[in-house]
T-cell receptor, first 113, second 115 residues
């Protein structure tokens, strides 16, 4: 089983739709959680961190469920420009005090006009 | 401008040849990382370095080597021992105590194709 798992998609949604992505992680000791956005053939860019209390940034809402070991990303009122791959990432300790980012495979979102 | 510079952006290599990917950062970050991404896949950690003259293997280090002689530079060599090197390679750097998410920066990546 992969340490971080996501539904690869693609998610094809019309403009204005609400879409939700889930990501599960297997290491209960994971400490920090993030969503990254990656455009085709580009580097990932941080979209938002995910906190236990949930956090919102405009049309984007992230949630963390530690008991069930999953994080979610909700995008409201989808725009064409939201089309991208969304990667979740979690930290785990790697041979010492330093934590490392472990990425899921990403979920492809295609917003249709 | 501050950031991470990777070069070359595109590289073709013949089978059996070693190739070195450059990664330079002017962010004064202590930690640097190399990730590999295959089509439709997430990022997998190859090597990381927390400080000059020190580096550690990640999850898929076989067939790769690195050096960290300067804080600013963390080159990755893809050796002939790497059986399937065609991939997108991403270099990243961060402040100590990573990650808080907002302190990791990626370069634009290098596309390596074996022909």
């Amino acid at each position: 089983r992969k340490e971080v798992e996501q539904d690869p998609g693609p998610f094809n949604v019309p403009e204005g739709a609400t879409v939700a992505f889930n990501c599960t992680y297997s290491n209960s000791a994971s400490q920090s959680f993030f969503w990254y956005r990656q455009d085709c053939r580009k580097e990932p860019k941080l979209l938002m961190s995910v906190y236990s209390s949930g956090n919102e940034d405009g049309r984007f809402t992230a949630q963390l469920n530690r008991a069930s070991q999953y994080i979610s990303l909700l995008i409201r009122d989808s725009k064409l420009s939201d089309s991208a791959t969304y990667l979740c990432a979690v930290t785990r300790s790697y041979g010492g005090a330093t934590n490392k980012l472990i990425f899921g495979t990403g979920t492809l979102l295609a917003v249709q006009p | 401008d501050g950031g991470i510079t990777q070069s070359p952006k595109y590289l073709f290599r013949k089978e059996g040849q070693n190739v070195t990917l450059s990664c330079e950062q002017n962010l004064n970050h202590d930690a640097m990382y190399w990730y590999r991404q295959d089509p439709g896949q997430g990022l997998r950690l190859i090597y990381y370095s927390q400080i000059v003259n020190d580096f550690q293997k990640g999850d898929i280090a076989e067939g790769y080597s690195v050096s960290r002689e300067k804080k600013e530079s963390f080159p990755l060599t893809v050796t002939s021992a790497q059986k399937n090197p065609t991939a997108f390679y991403l270099c990243a750097s961060s402040t100590p105590g990573l990650p808080s998410g907002n302190t990791i920066y990626f370069g634009e990546g290098s596309w390596l194709t074996v022909v």
